[in-house]
């Protein structure tokens, strides 16, 4: 069966430093990888997409970045965070069919 | 711009009340609805529905699409405290990343 990771669960970043958050899927190959951020009682926000290895798609400009370096990891990133980038950020995966099936999160505070 | 609008925005209930949660949709490249439960951390499936008319049930909840009016609710009957959660509406698209977009979701409160 096929399992998402996603790490940390939670993180504490003083602004202007860099971010990594990483994200693995086990148990399928190739899957439509994505990155969403839900701000405290809204909806979700695609930040990125990925259909394949290397290649990104980005919803909505701003302060991060992501990559795929292996099939079943991707990572989002920042070089300097500010305030506005705190927030809950799940990672997804979906192959197939259009539902999508979510990591655990990492609620990111930038102090 | 695509846009999915979820209401109420919140809801409280006591236990044994039905409750219905509202979507509503205007998009490009419609492929599915789908709805997830949004407890603490991640969002689990609950149902995706395709076609018009045809209910999708799982025990007391169930789920039901209108594709010429352009929404969907979700109808949870006897709610139980363990009902309490955010509820996700999102669209899926038709598109190269086959994407979700989300409504805003509509958080509910079950009291014993």
């Known amino acids: 069966s096929q399992t998402i990771h996603q790490w940390p669960a939670t993180l504490v970043q003083p602004v202007g430093s860099p971010l990594s958050l990483e994200c693995t899927v086990e148990g399928t190959s190739n899957p439509n990888l994505y990155w969403y951020r839900q701000a405290a009682g809204r909806g979700l926000q695609l930040l990125f997409y990925s259909v394949g290895i290397g290649q990104i798609s980005s919803e909505v400009p701003q302060n991060l970045s992501a990559s795929r370096p292996q099939d079943r990891q991707f990572i989002l990133s920042s070089k300097k965070l500010l305030l506005s980038d705190s927030g809950f950020y799940l990672c997804a995966w979906r192959w197939g069919s259009p539902e999508a099936f979510f990591g655990q999160g990492t609620r990111l505070t930038v102090v | 711009e695509d846009k999915v609008v979820q209401s109420p925005l919140s809801l409280v209930v006591h236990e044994g009340d039905t409750v219905t949660l509202n979507c509503s949709y205007e998009?490009?490249?419609?492929?599915?609805l789908l709805w997830y439960k949004q407890e603490k951390k991640a969002p689990t499936f609950l149902f995706m529905l395709?076609?018009?008319?045809i209910e999708k049930k799982s025990g007391r909840l169930s789920s039901i699409l209108d594709k010429k009016e352009l929404f969907s609710i979700l109808n949870i009957t006897a709610t139980q405290t363990g009902d309490s959660a955010v509820y996700l509406c999102a669209v899926a698209h038709n598109n190269a990343g086959n994407m979700l977009t989300f409504g805003g979701g509509t958080r509910l409160m079950v009291k014993p």
């Open positions: 395709t076609s018009s008319g």
């Open positions: 998009v490009t490249n419609f492929r599915s």
